[in-house]
């Protein structure tokens, strides 16, 4: 069985469809400067294309420990390698020989990471005793996060050359595509803000990256990190970045970490009725948000659990998109459809200069937002904004209940949860799932 046919890609603000054939592109060609639409290209499956369920429940239990071998006929990279005349064994050993690639740089390949109940989680939030708290731990994850997953994801569809790969980040972003690119062989430019922590810069420069300190320039609005960036990218680079609206290819990789999620929920016969994800640029909440949703879709979910996302006080624009897009008192559809091609009326630039100690979140706009607030709405989930004492609390409380060393952006999540409980929004009995996505880095 193969997926190829029931997969296509196209852009969730026009409709633009593309020709799956190498290389995809990774932005719609139909955007224009100041049209108001939110290109962004997406996947987009038809369930039925796929064959029986007990077919793919088997590929979802499959021992495989390599996600990007286990759910290879769900990638566009692997419809596109068959297209291109790969044998299905070909796609295998070259994901297998890219990953030991990976080890060689990072001491790691891709493993499923763990994902367990936690007792004393589960007794914070007041669930009760048939209610249980499961964490998805990524802090031992290639580089340390979840990142490179995206990466992974995007690396397989990589054409060959010499051309430069970019990122704007100050941390697991950068950090994760400087691993990547050394084990592909790429050059890599990493913008990065003035107050970049130093081992992390450290870490950088020993990966081989190309180091660009991006301080704000008088007059300017936005990220000025993500604006050098640009410049980079409109000179010839390509977009290595874990952003959605920079590079739409990136998403697949990260719904590998919500396929394992179903993977451990059918081994252990458990359902799932809450999963609270950390916003940043968007692209994780998107990532889970699609995969979640297909595999509802495909049966493999008797239920799609309600998806929250988590985003700091000092900065909140995925909230505030998620409420304008209620304030239209349309249908969600039809209130989706308008929002795809107003996006400037939803979705800008956070006003002022945010301070948080979860600092892997404050993305001054959720690039990935319009696919983000259709999985809240379809999943009847919340857009959730915590202050910094939840924020500190949660990353207290993840360290002495699991052990799990994840800084305050990994453990936001968790904070997300705790908003939720003293806002009643969960029962006893209820299972709800965080994910621990970053490691603490002294």
């Not at 290109?39 to 064959?51: E, I, N, Q």
């Not at 790691?108 to 109940?117: I, K």
């Not at 809450?274 to 909440?285: D, F, I, M, P």
């Not at 039809?334 to 301070?355: N, Q, V």
Request: glycine share 10%; with cysteine; charged share 20%.
């Amino acid at each position: 069985m193969t997926a190829a046919p029931a997969l296509r890609w196209l852009c969730g603000g026009c409709g633009w469809e593309a020709v799956l054939a190498p290389p995809l592109p990774c932005r719609c060609p139909e955007a224009r400067p100041g049209d108001d639409v939110d290109h962004v290209l997406r996947r987009r499956l038809d369930p039925a294309l796929l064959g029986p369920v007990d077919e793919l429940r088997s590929q979802f239990l499959d021992p495989e420990p390599n996600p990007f071998v286990r759910y290879r006929r769900l990638l566009l990279s692997h419809q596109v390698a068959l297209a291109a005349g790969w044998s299905d064994p070909d796609f295998a050993a070259e994901v297998g020989r890219f990953d030991r690639a990976i080890a060689a740089v990072d001491g790691r390949g891709f493993r499923e990471t763990p994902f367990a109940p936690s007792r004393a989680l589960a007794d914070a939030l007041g669930l009760g005793p048939e209610g249980s708290l499961w964490v998805k731990d990524e802090t031992g994850n290639v580089s340390g996060s979840h990142k490179a997953r995206h990466l992974v994801g995007l690396a397989l569809h990589l054409p060959g050359g010499e051309v430069p790969l970019a990122v704007a980040s100050c941390g697991n972003a950068a950090l994760a595509a400087a691993v990547v690119a050394g084990a592909a062989g790429r050059r890599l430019q990493v913008f990065v803000p003035p107050d970049a922590e130093p081992p992390v810069m450290a870490r950088l420069a020993d990966l081989g990256a190309e180091l660009a300190v991006c301080p704000r320039r008088a007059g300017e609005s936005g990220d000025p990190c993500l604006l050098r960036y640009r410049e980079a990218i409109a000179a010839g680079a390509l977009p290595f970045t874990c952003q959605g609206s920079e590079n739409g290819l990136v998403l697949e990789g990260g719904m590998t970490l919500a396929w394992e999620i179903v993977s451990a929920l059918l081994r252990a016969g458990e359902r799932l009725d809450h999963l609270v994800v950390q916003v940043g640029g968007g692209a994780l909440a998107s990532a889970c948000a699609q995969a979640l949703g297909e595999a509802h879709a495909l049966g493999l979910l008797p239920r799609l659990p309600r998806i929250h996302t988590v985003q700091t006080a000092s900065a909140h624009p995925l909230a505030r998109a998620f409420e304008r897009v209620a304030a239209t008192g349309l249908p969600s559809e039809e209130a989706l459809r308008y929002a795809a091609t107003h996006r400037s009326g939803f979705m800008w630039p956070w006003e002022t200069a945010p301070a948080s100690v979860a600092r892997g979140i404050l993305d001054d706009e959720t690039y990935d937002w319009l696919a983000v607030v259709e999985g809240m709405l379809a999943s009847g989930g919340r857009a959730l904004v915590v202050d910094e004492a939840t924020l500190v609390e949660a990353n207290e409380l993840a360290l002495r209940a699991t052990g799990i060393a994840a800084d305050p952006t990994g453990t936001a999540g968790l904070a997300g949860a705790l908003a939720l409980a003293r806002a009643g929004a969960l029962a006893p009995g209820d299972r709800v799932a965080v994910l621990c996505t970053g490691r603490r880095r002294e």
